[in-house]
């Protein structure tokens, strides 16, 4: 009897959260959706109309200034993940392994490494900020050496309008659908010889559907007809990604040394004994088991990287092109231009992205842990 | 081998030995200038006179220490210092004593139904929160909440629950389910098994999620810039403001940067152990 009046007692304390978080997140989201297919512009009372998915179709394929900063904004962001990833995971994994050497004073160098997570990105932001101003800071560093400064054409930073590589929206865009057609396809054939159906039934359908909407249902010519004007690889994009590094990199070090850490000594010793030398032991024992560790890191790194807003909002301002994201412009967007319906269609778009990211991953963690 | 080869032969080794040491420590020297070279001109910047701050003497120690930067970034921005500390605090606690409650409930009260609803709340802490800054903004609006310092503690209260109840749900499992029994057979009721046994072993579960949620509210932007007005701004939101002036004062807007990240850089200077295990409890499984 006292047990099942506890059990009670337990839902109910818990229940006040789920409830909020029941509104907050899940409710919240399914706002944003809504808002999202309508054409709620200003802060008036205006009368607000269903406009179906057409804010999501001029995201992709609509001519004009905000659908092409969408667009640029999110080239910009795939490079910066991909920047952003492979910097913090390299440098991480490199100081990790340094530090892993027994070393003096590790503790003060770890310090050294990790306090820049501790500040705020606009703490960040506005350091940086001046670190790559392009009249001072970092371009000044030679005068410390009685050299001349950097000039500041050619060191622009954060303000440059160079762009490595240029390609047009209709390139770009329709050979990432197809990658991801096939690629979703190849792992539901993967999945059906593993013996996993219902995989390989969900993959499956979802890359068959893509082909009918992209082929079948025009999409493939819409995006064709956007070649104007052309995105590139900004280089503006890489001084964001040396303060975002600067500020994250301690993450992953402090991840791996962990994992360094866990690994037992006589693994190491066994593969020494066997005539392993130390390059040899971390190619072959301790690296392979620090993988998982990697895709943590990718799947963590990766979310905050596709949400990024307040580094870049705070270092180089809303009005840079050549650095936007879709963080950015969804707040400039709903919150100065009050086109609400805008707003929300990015931030849909912003919060697919991450879910593809972080979905498989709670899916993965939770099926570990009941098959535990 | 004669016995003068293998005296060689070992010398050798521990030169290497002894030469890659050295490579190490220099690579990690060098490394640790680099991070540092921020911090460095945080310090030099603010303590420079106005008049020195030109572009030859960027880099130069200040000729004379001059705290004018630092006194009017102290009078700038002390209100939005205020402001930060009266929303983080009580936002911290509550976060923090809910999530345990919540983690008590989930670790040691398993019901049907809770390996699905715990992930769907943990979701709610890998959202781009501009997915639920629109609706959220109406219901501040609707609440007449905006421009208060409430509709941002309530935010960071709700949106914080994900991460406490996950740091605290891991905490609990490793307290052995004997000593809640045992508990139990005593005639302690729910209430009674938190506060007599689970709470007085929450010490260090308490200090990792408080300095977390701390770090996290304290520097927060998003819903700060958001839902606050000029007058309850925390401090994020003016640093930011005073970066985006028309005359760029690069001494105060460094002196400004050193005021935001002190609570959040003395924390983690003292406490680093428990920041550090909050930052890995946020990779899930902890």
Known sequence: MRLNVDRLTALAVLAPSVILLAIFVYGFIGQTFYIATTNWQGLGAIEISSVGLQNFEQLFVGSGLPFFRFREALVNTVVFTVLFIAACLSLGLFLAILLDQRIRAESLFRTIFLFPMALSFVVTGTVWRWLFSPRSGLNTLPT????????????????????????????????????????????????????????????????????????????????????????????????IVIAATWQMSGYTMAMYLAALRGIPEELREAARVDGCNELQVYRHIVLPLLQPITLSAMIILGHISLKIFDLIYVMAGGD????????????????????????????????????????????????????? | MSASAVLQRRRWTLNRRALTRSAIYATLIFWAILYLIPIYLVLVTSLKPRA?????????????????????????????FLNSILLTVPATLLSALIGSLNGYVLSKWRFRGANIIFPLMLFGMFIPYQSI????????????????????????????????????????????????????????????????????????????????????IWNEYLFAVTLADPLTQPITVALSQLA???????????????????????????????????????SVKG
């Open chain 2, 52 to 80: 020195e701050v030109s572009l030859d003497q960027v880099w130069t120690l200040p000729r004379q220490v001059s705290l004018d930067a630092f006194g009017a970034a102290v009078e700038k921005l002390s209100p939005n």
């Open chain 2, 244 to 282: 985006g002036g028309q005359a760029i004062d690069f001494s105060l807007q460094m002196a400004g940067s050193f005021l935001t990240a002190l609570p959040t850089l003395l924390v983690y200077i003292l406490l680093g152990r428990y920041f550090i295990r909050g930052l890995l409890a946020g």
């Open chain 1, 144 to 239: 410390l050496f009685g050299g001349a400064p950097l000039p500041a054409d050619q060191w622009p930073w954060f303000t440059d309008r160079r762009q490595l590589v240029t390609f047009t929206w209709a390139d770009a865009s329709r050979l990432v659908v197809i990658a991801i057609i096939v690629g979703l396809l190849a792992f539901a054939v993967i999945a059906a010889r593993r013996r996993r159906p219902v995989q390989a039934l969900i993959t499956g359908l979802i890359g068959l559907s893509l082909i009918g909407w992209f082929f079948l249902g025009g999409a493939f010519e819409a995006l064709g007809k956007v070649v104007r004007p052309a995105h590139g690889v900004n280089l503006a994009m890489f001084s």
């Open chain 1, 320 to 372: 840079n092109l050549r650095v936007d994201v879709p963080g950015i412009h969804m707040y400039l967007t709903a919150f100065r231009g009050n086109n609400f319906a805008l707003g929300a269609a990015i931030a849909v778009i912003m919060l697919i992205l991450v879910a593809f990211v972080i979905v498989p991953y709670l899916v993965n963690a939770f099926r570990a842990e009941v098959s535990r």
């Open chain 2, 133 to 216: 800054l629109i609706p959220l903004f109406q219901l501040m609006s609707q609440l007449r909440l905006t421009g208060t310092l409430w509709s941002l503690i309530l935010t960071h209260v709700v949106y914080g629950l994900p991460i406490t109840t996950l740091i605290f749900r891991n905490y609990y499992t490793e307290i052995p389910d004997e000593l809640i029994e045992a508990g139990q057979i005593d005639g302690a009721d729910f209430f009674k098994l938190y506060t007599e046994v689970v709470f007085p072993l929450s010490l260090p579960g308490f200090v990792v999620v408080i300095i977390w949620q701390f770090t996290q």
